[in-house]
Every structure is written in C-alpha cells, then in structure tokens.
C-alpha cells in the first residue's frame, strides 16, 4: 500500500470542514461513548485529551495469503500442485478489482467513504444512538475502521503462541468504547497516511468472504470460478454482501434453510439487492443495470482450492519432500513451526525441479508393474530421478496414496504419509537396504588405492575370511568369523577380476577386493559420493556392509550415481529452482553443493566397467529395453533373501533409481508375480520406462574413457610354476608381485606336494598385485604310454593296471593289421590308474577280395 502525506481532511462532511479531524472525532467519540462515560465520571474534555494521546501509527503488516507450489510441464509451463495457507487469500492490485466490487463495497458499507476522513459522523452518530440504547457500544464502522479492525485481527493471527493470539483477538473485536475509541483513532491516522483507492484495495483484500476464503480475490475464484477483475456487477454484490455477515450470506452451504439452493439464496439476495439499490441510489449503476442484475439468480459455482499436497496426485511425495526442505531452511524462520507457519500465509510462489514428463513416466509404470498392496506382503515400490551435474531431483514417485490423515492411513495398506524416497527426517522413512547397487563404492575405492579393473581376487567362497583391515579400528584390524556370503548365482570361481566381479555382481569377488583394502576407506568413499543412512546414524563399515547392507534412501543413491556420471563430482540434491515472494521478489533457495567425490581417472574406470555392466552384464534387461539408447551405466542389486530389488543407472544426463521393496516384514520376490510380470524382475520394466523418455528428452553423451593402467594395469607376466615346490612357488610370485593363495590339492601327475596349476595359467599376463591361485599336485595321476603300433599283448603289457576296451577297424595296410591305430585318452594324457583305456586294432582286408592272383603290391591286380 503506497504512503501519502496528510495531515488534516475534511472532517467527517463539508459542513465541519474548518474543524482539525483529531478535534471532531473528540466531540464524536464524547458521543459514541457516553454510556462509558456516564458510568465513570469522566469529563467529556478529558475524553477529548486522552483521544489526542491516543497512538494514531498502525503498521500495516503483510496479509496472510496463501503459498503455491508448481511444476514445469513440457511446454515449459508452470502447472500447480498444491497450495497451502490458513487464510485463502490471493492479493490483488487495485487494477485487478473490478469497478463494481469497489462501488458495492462503498455503496453497500460506507456510501460516505470518499467524503469522510476516517471515521463517518453520520454512521457514527447512529451507532451512539444504537450504544445508548443497548448499553455497549457497537454500528456505525467506516470502511477505514472496519480495515483498521481486520489489520489488528491480522497481527493476532499471525502470533505463535496460542495464548497470546487469543487475547489479542479479545482486544481486536471486544465490543467496548476502549477498543471504539483505539480503533477511531487509527483509522484517522491511516488515513492521513495513505490514499482512499489504496484503503480500499487494502479492505477488499482483507476482508473475510466466510470460512478460510480471504479477499475478494480468492472468493471470486471460490464461488464464482473467475477473477475479482472479471466479475459482473450481480457477482460483486453477491460477493460484498457476504463481508457484512460472512456466517449468514456465505453461499457454500446449499442445504441452508435460510440460505440455500433451495430458495435461491436468499438471504445473500436480499443482501445483495439491497447493495445493488444503494448503487442504484448513489448513481454507480442505471436503472437498466440495476434491474437486469437484481433479475438475476445466484447460482454459486463453488471451486475448491488446492489445499495441502494431498491434491498434488502422484506427484504428492514429492511435493511433500518440498515442504520439509521449506521446515528447513531458515529463510523461513527460526524453528520448524514457525518456518511453516510463514510459509502458509507468506504468499509464496515456490516454482520446482520436477519434470512433469518424467514424472508422469514414473506414475505410469509404477502403476502397471506394482499393485498397491498385495496380500501377505507390504509391498512398496520407488522411482527416483536426478538431473546429472546439478542435484535437480526431476522425479520421485511410489506405489501409495499420499495421505497426512492418520484415519485414511489404517484404512488400508494402500495409504501412507511416509515418503519412501527420502531420509527419516524429509519424508519418515528409514530407508532400505541398496544389496550390490552399493558394491560401486568398493569399486571406487578399489580403483582410487590402484588396483585395475583386470586385477584378480581371491574369489572363492570361504567359512571365515578372516582378518580384515580398519584403520578405523583402535587396533587397525577387524575380523567377522561365521560371515560367509555366497553369489546370487551359485557361481563357483576362486579368483574373478574386480571387472568380473561387477558385471556379474560376484558377492565373493568384491569380497576378496575389499580383503585387499580398508573398510574405513570404502567407508569414506562412500560418504564422498554423499551416501548416509536415512536414518541418520553412522555408516556400518564391516564386511557386509560392502554388499550393501546400510539403509539407504533411494534419493541419496540416485544422487550418488548421478556423481559417478558426473566424471566423479556428486552434487547434493535439490527440488526448489525459485522462489518468488509476495512482494514479486526472489527469495534465496538452498543450493545444491557439489563435491568431487574421486579423481576423474576413477570415475572413468567406474563408468568403464559399469557400462559392461549394462551391455554384458546383470542389467541386459534393462539396457536393452531403453530406447532411444544412450551410453548407460548400471548396476543391479538383490538383498538377502530376494526381499528387495534394485536398478540403479544413469546416462550422462539423468539419473534413475528403481526399487521393489518389502516394507515391513520379509518375502522372496522370486515367488511372487504381479499382473504384470515376475516381482522380481519388475526394476528392469519400470527403468526402461523412466529411461526412455530421459534418454529422449536430455540425450546422453559418452562417458570420458579409462586409461589402459586403469582397466589393465601393469601386466606382469605369470611365472610358469607346475612342479615347483609349493614354498618356491610363493616366493617367485610374490617376488613378481601377486599374492599367492593356495587352491589346496587336484589331481595331476605331477610328483605330489608339487604345483599342478595355477589361475591364470603360467605364461599369461594380469595385473600386478593380482591374486595367483596355485594348486598342489596329489600325484594321482599318470601318464599314459604311447602305444600306437603295438599288438595287442605288448599294449595291455605297457597299461598295465588300466582297463583295457578293445575294438577293430579296418585296414588296408597289412602292416598294421593286428596294432593299435590309435588310443584314447591319447599318449601324455594324465589320467588315474584303473582308468578305462579305449584301443582300436587294425584288421587288414584285402580289397580286390582275392581275383586273379596278381604279383603282390602292384596296386593294379584288377585291370590284368
């Protein structure tokens, strides 16, 4: 409201125009109360002095209105999700009130507003008159007074404390000479300090139009469906017949007896027609408007306000997540309580990250693959989206309905207030367990340390792994007996590389990669991707927690592979991009940090290997049903049990976290199916979905490529040790820089105690620092003899102690009529003793079948 200077008007009508305000509106209120004097003893001159020390400074307060917060669809328009507010109030310029309002408003409440300075003699008198008659002093407000009344009744609204605010209200609306007397006072000095039009525009804004709908704004959008700047003339004095008596001519109540459908509304009729008259008097209308608006009928037509984010659809979680970064940002107050107390009634405009494309994605799968609930199983379903090189969270939706109503939420298993998403304190969730998602923190651990993508591990499943180094520790180490992880899968192998182990999500093999590293530092390069538990205590760092175990929340995952993609730099999420306030100024939002998490070398050497992952490895479902495709990254994730599932990826652009979750309690996803498919195959139709229209809409560009000492390493070549002494083979591999591990005994012919084999073989080449498994001879096995061109009795003599299996074959040399042709296993195969030994004996036959009895080996005995 713009300020004027004044300093005396007209007083209350041209006929006292040479008397000072403050003096006239002495003598008036020496009538106004009367009673109150009569009953004290009071002098009416000192009535008149106490009025002049009376404060005529009234700070007008910013109006209670209501907050909105908005999405950008895909045409880049901004599209309401919810409001909030204690007072519906949308405040308007005076431009954007139609004439009419303003004439009913004066013509209706204070015909004499524009001649008045602040209190009304005429209205007034005849209020004195109506005090002395009923003994309290009541009637004859202006509309400068009744704006005054509604301002003091604002500030008492707008106090916390609920004891404080009671009796303020008291004050603000006891019906006393005292609070006569305070509010004639202020509204002189309003006056004097800001124009008529602005006073005006500032009642019609304050004014109450009946239950939580404030100025004549949000009631012209609430009964009408339009606009205070687009109302008909019946409309606005429809609508500023409700200020005079708000409970009786409200017209949201059609079964009133008094004021309903019905009869027509009635009471707000004759309300309304009598406004329309006084128009009609004061000459603001015709005859012909006036007739025309009184024939017609009032026919409210009641729109709801977006109240709460319950109204925000399948984007509710996400609107909820908003709502508690607003309780936590000090922009908006001190503590929690007030900061959400200022954001209802502040007026502002919070404009979000949210992708309505991405997100109507997100609802849309959800709702095909994963049912709401599910007997037996408190299932629960995620997707959450992150913007790559921003933090901004561009989706976020769950298979329930968003409920803050404890009585809806026991209704059924559908509803909840919880937001799966987020961390205990954005959303009341304490989040779930990531399984092999989170063996990409091991990875980069692995690769920051040195080690290469090629290197190999110690892979095989074991009882106790023993030892493992902690620098976290007091002792520097820590040990876990009994733990014994096996693969999802069965797999069998001793000795994967780290690039194996990935693309496979080998349990054993990451494992054996974490033996060779501390779990304090796999710990922290975890906390540098901006992993935490959503629960908010302290990251678990024993061996189990490298195959995922700590509650995550799928947003802080999704976040943290965007950081991968994001050539290592992890940047906190955020879902606010503006914040206009009522004033149309930008308020300052919480930014998103980013933070380079690992060098850029790692992170090329995680992508690398996280690729493979989608092209080669457990996420082929996923990748291959994308489109368009973009270079992706991956990884997939499987809890104890098959309890949860997860897809966990991203582009260079987007990234995307898919969960199927048990809520509460355990089951085998396995087991299940939907209507759409398997339970547990759900996260690679549903990525696909969100992807797709990502990889479309932001693109993808490559991922920066890993150098060759990441993927390989130093290839060193491995001694060839068979026949070596166990002890001397150690000692040449570690001289060469592996580490040796002992793959017990298998059968061979070599000398027993001696090597038989090594993984990878000798004469190969891996990485240094690789894991060589090396396994000792039994010496249970033998050559066999070559005996090829043996006859029978000098063959079974050589193999003496096998079983010998004879058969024939024909021969057309007579020499090796009767010999062995061939054996199998061949000559210098090992093989056990008592082993079958198959041999086949050539029997000569005479191919002209005996004819003319030609010279032998002429070869042409048939042509003679």
């Known amino acids: 409201m713009s300020a004027k200077k004044r300093t005396v008007r007209k007083s209350l009508g041209g006929a006292l125009g040479l008397i000072g305000m403050s003096a006239v509106a002495g003598v008036l209120v020496t009538v106004a109360v009367t009673p109150a004097l009569a009953v004290s003893g009071m002098a009416a001159s000192n009535t008149i002095g106490i009025f002049e020390n009376l404060p005529d400074y009234l700070a007008i307060d910013q109006l209670s209105q209501k907050s909105n917060i908005y999405a950008m669809n895909t045409e880049g328009e901004n599209v309401l999700l919810a409001s909030f507010y204690d007072q519906n109030r949308v405040e308007v310029s005076s431009d954007q009130i139609s004439q009419f309002a303003k004439d009913a408003a004066v013509s209706g409440e204070d015909p004499r507003y524009f001649e008045h300075g602040g209190v009304d003699l005429e209205g007034t008198v005849k209020g004195a008159v109506s005090t002395l008659t009923s003994g309290s002093a009541r009637g004859g407000s202006s509309i400068t007074q009744q704006y005054v009344k509604n301002v003091l009744v604002q500030k008492c609204e707008l106090m916390t404390d609920e004891s404080a605010r009671s ?54 959008n609430y009964y009408y469906n339009t606009t205070a700047a687009n109302l008909t003339l019946p409309q ?71 109240t709460g984010c319950q109204t925000a659809g399948g984007s509710a979680y996400f609107c909820d997540y908003v709502t508690t970064i607003l309780k936590n940002d000090p922009t908006f107050g001190e503590d929690e309580d007030t900061r959400m107390l200022n954001f209802r009634r502040g007026g502002y405009d919070v404009y979000t990250t949210l992708d309505l ?25 995620v997707i959450s989206s992150v913007q790559v090189g921003t933090g901004r969270v561009l989706a976020m939706a769950q298979n329930k309905e968003y409920t803050q109503d404890p009585a809806v939420a026991e209704s059924g298993a559908q509803y909840t207030s919880i937001n799966y998403n987020t961390d205990i304190n954005q959303g009341g969730s304490s989040g779930f367990q990531p399984g092999s998602t989170y063996k990409v923190f091991t990875l980069a651990e692995w690769l920051k340390e040195g080690h290469s993508l090629n290197e190999r591990v110690d892979s095989k499943r074991k009882s106790d792994w023993g030892t493992f180094k902690d620098s976290c520790e007091s002792g ?83 976040a943290a592979f965007a950081g991968i993609a994001n050539n290592g730099s992890t940047c906190s999420p955020v879902a606010i991009d503006k914040i206009i306030g009522p004033d149309d100024t930008e308020i300052a939002i919480p930014k998103s940090t980013c ?35 973009v270079p ?89 040790l068979r026949g070596k002494s166990m002890a001397d083979a150690q000692s040449a591999l570690e001289s060469a820089g592996f580490t040796f591990l002992d793959g017990g005994a298998t059968d061979s012919e070599m000398p027993a105690g001696t090597v038989a084999s090594t993984d990878p073989a000798g004469g190969s080449s891996t990485g240094r620092g690789s894991t060589i498994t090396v396994r000792s001879s039994n010496g249970s096995l033998n050559l066999l003899p070559n005996v090829v061109g ?13 079983s010998i299996d004879k058969s024939e074959k024909a021969v057309t040399d007579k020499s090796q009529d009767g010999k062995v042709i061939s054996m199998d296993p061949g000559a210098g195969s090992a093989v056990k003793s008592g082993s079958k030994i198959s041999l086949v004996f050539g029997k000569f036959s005479d191919s002209n079948g005996g004819g003319n009895g030609g010279a032998p080996g002429t070869g042409n005995g048939g042509n003679g």
């Open 236 to 306: 606005a004095a429809s609508l500023v017949a409700i200020v005079n008596n708000p409970v009786k001519f409200q017209l949201d109540n059609p079964d009133s007896d008094t004021n309903g459908a019905a009869n027509g509304y009635a009471a707000n009729k004759d309300r309304r027609d009598y406004i329309l008259g006084e128009m009609l008097k004061y000459g603001k209308i015709t005859q012909e408007d006036h007739d025309a608006a009184v024939a017609v009928a009032i026919e409210p037509t009641i729109t709801e306000p977006s």
């Open 476 to 558: 520097g180490t820590i040990s876990f007996p009994g733990y014994n992880p096996k693969n999802d899968s069965n797999e069998s192998g001793s000795n994967y590389s780290a690039l194996e182990s990935t693309m496979q999500s080998i349990n054993t093999g990451y494992i054996g990669m974490a033996k060779k590293l501390d779990l304090c530092g796999i710990r922290k390069t975890s906390e540098s991707f901006g992993i935490h538990r959503a629960n908010g205590d302290p990251l678990e760092q024993g061996a189990s927690s490298v195959l995922g175990t700590n509650e995550i929340a799928p947003l802080t995952m999704a």
């Open 595 to 629: 933070t380079q998490s690992v060098d850029p070398s790692v992170a090329a050497g995680m992508t690398y290997a996280m690729q493979k992952v989608m092209t080669s490895g457990t996420a082929t479902s996923s990748y291959y049903a994308t489109s368009p495709k």
């Open 790 to 802: 043996m006859d029978e009795s000098a063959a079974k003599s050589a193999l003496g102690g096998y």
């Open 167 to 220: 009796d303020c209200y008291d004050d603000a609306t006891r019906t006393s000479a005292d609070r006569k007397l305070k509010e004639m006072r202020y509204a002189i000095g309003v006056e004097k300090k800001y124009s008529k039009d602005d006073i005006l525009q500032g009642y019609l804004n304050i004014a109450g139009f009946g239950g939580s709908v404030y100025g004549i704004e949000s009631a012209a």
């Open 632 to 720: 992706m990254i991956g990884k997939t994730g499987t809890t104890d049990g098959n309890k949860d599932t997860w897809m966990t990826g991203s582009s260079s652009k987007v990234a995307t976290v898919v969960g199927v979750v048990s809520v509460t309690g355990d089951i085998n996803q396995r087991n299940v199916s939907f209507d759409s498919g398997s339970a547990a195959t759900a996260r690679h139709r549903m990525w696909p979905a969100v992807m797709s229209v990502a990889n479309a809409k932001y693109g993808g560009d490559e991922f920066a490529e890993a150098t060759s000492n990441v993927i390989q390493g130093v290839q060193v070549p491995v001694p060839d």
């Open 357 to 381: 494309e991405l997100q109507v994605a997100a609802e849309n799968t959800l709702r095909e693959n994963v049912p709401q609930t599910y007997d037996d199983w408190d299932v629960g379903s």
